[in-house]
């Protein structure tokens, strides 16, 4: 069975500019999470997705945005782009969010963007 | 939220088992521990979590302090392919966490041959 997929895998853009970053989640998973990772850092909650609809928002600017399709596969749009949005972009889903008991995040390969 | 101290890094010898540290003194009641690890150019993935008593698994154990302040991953025999970072994560049960996982800066684990 195929994992979380995300694309494209790396990605150049200048301060400004405008990204969109795709995932796809394992077959069967509703839920979509994305997380930033600076280099060097541990990776940071921005968004969560169920069902098309937010479930959870981490502490990121509006210039971040995402969302979920009926297919569950789900973008991330970041706006005017600053050097400091230069990260990997991980994408992560599971089968339910936070049902009771435990429920394993599954984590894609990530994007890498670099900002000029 | 609760927070997690673990060390920077750590070494082991090939083949030889491996005991990493987390402390979370202020872990509530409901808590649960987990643990993930990111290999090199890889996404995170899971390695094993608990509430109260020690876990197994084909990938490692997890002890678990009686207070709970603290817990152990055990990798009880290293392979290079377990050079890693390894993150101590703490969450919450129910619909309430999401699926929100707060990382720390974790443990990189340096495995020599």
């Known amino acids: 069975d195929a994992g979380v997929t995300q694309s494209p895998t790396h990605l150049i853009k200048t301060r400004g500019q405008q990204v969109t970053l795709r995932c796809s989640p394992i077959s069967g998973h509703k839920s979509v999470s994305w997380y930033q990772q600076v280099l060097g850092q541990g990776p940071q909650f921005i968004f969560q997705?169920?069902?098309?609809?937010?479930?959870g928002r981490g502490n990121f600017p509006d210039r971040f945005s995402a969302r979920q399709f009926p297919n569950y596969s789900s973008e991330l749009n970041v706006n005017a782009l600053l050097l400091g949005d230069s990260a990997l972009y991980l994408c992560?889903?599971?089968?339910?969010?936070?049902?009771?008991?435990?429920?394993?995040?599954?984590f894609g390969p990530g994007t890498r963007l670099t900002v000029l | 939220d609760a927070k997690t101290t673990q060390p920077n890094s750590m070494e082991s010898n090939e083949e030889e088992p491996v005991h990493l540290p987390c402390n979370h003194s202020t872990i509530s009641g409901t808590d649960y521990i987990h643990w993930y690890r990111q290999l090199p150019s890889q996404g995170p993935e899971y390695v094993i979590h608990g509430l109260t008593s020690n876990v197994n698994n084909r990938m490692a154990s997890l002890a678990i302090a009686e207070d709970r302040k603290s817990s152990t991953l055990i990798l009880h025999r290293a392979t290079l392919r377990d050079a890693a970072v390894y993150y101590c994560?703490?969450?919450?049960?129910?619909?309430?966490?999401?699926?929100?996982?707060?990382f720390g800066g974790g443990t990189r684990l340096m495995v020599k041959p």
């Open positions: 992560a889903s599971s089968l339910v969010p936070g049902t009771s008991g435990y429920n394993e995040q599954f």
């Open positions: 994560i703490l969450r919450l049960p129910g619909d309430n966490a999401g699926n929100m996982l707060t």
């Open positions: 997705y169920y069902e098309k609809e937010e479930r």
